[in-house]
């Protein structure tokens, strides 16, 4: 298990800039506000996945162990990364859309070297202004790990405000044990809750720990 920790928020950014600058560590054992940890199984969370909206493609791959392997859902293929480092998976949208969490699918236990140990997620508007908004540090992950993309405080008090971008690129720097290439088994990118409650619902669920209870699926 892992977990996604908040740390050394370093880098100011200047007013109106949607992209701030983050570090979180991945630690065991226990799961912090925000973050999910879940088995094989893609989680089963309220957020939105908004991938299928945008032209997927990274930096290099297997033959037979490409982008598809990120959307499939299927715990035992996995993109296999085949260049040198840093490698990365880019999702570009046609317009400029709310990004909230990622989520990926990583096993340390089956991949060993392969498995990612430092991520960046990048945003913008294009691949020319790709700002870093958020690192992670992972610690022999295994199953499906959750997290924000920003570390800017909602306005409720609650969870995080999402970024507003046409790209968003999740970078692998390191790998665990010096490994050269990279596996990673599932990638989601999510969006904001949507607002689903009646307009005559007096007392709507308004946060996500609420929110994933709301409905029966």
């Known amino acids: 298990m892992a977990t996604v920790d908040q740390a050394n928020s370093s880098r100011s950014t200047a007013a109106g800039d949607p992209l701030p600058h983050a ?32 032209k997927w493609s990274v930096s290099s791959f297997k033959f037979g162990f490409g982008v598809e392997c990120l959307r499939d859902n299927d715990p035992d293929t996995f993109w296999h990364s085949d260049g040198p480092q840093p490698h990365f998976v880019t999702v570009q949208f046609p317009r400029k859309i709310a990004i909230q969490k990622v989520s990926l699918h990583l096993s340390f236990m089956m991949d060993d070297s392969y498995t990612p140990s430092t991520l960046c997620v990048r945003a913008g ?4 202004d790709l700002q870093d908004v958020r690192y992670v540090t992972l610690d022999k ?33 390191n790998n665990h044990m010096n490994g050269k290439d990279t596996h990673v088994r599932g990638l989601h990118i999510l969006g904001p809750i949507e607002d689903s409650a009646p307009a005559d619902d007096p007392f709507p669920f308004v946060t996500p720990s609420f929110k994933m209870y709301e409905s029966i699926r």
């Open 23 to 54: 570090t979180a560590v991945v630690t065991a054992p226990l799961p912090a506000e925000g973050s999910y940890i879940s088995p094989e199984r893609p989680p089963n969370l309220p957020w939105p996945d908004i991938g299928h909206l945008g």
């Open 125 to 128: 508007t294009g691949l020319n």
């Open 141 to 173: 992950p295994n199953g499906w790990i959750t997290f924000d993309v920003s570390t800017e405080l909602a306005d409720e008090g609650e969870g995080f405000k999402p970024i507003h971008a046409y790209v968003i690129q999740v970078v692998i720097i």
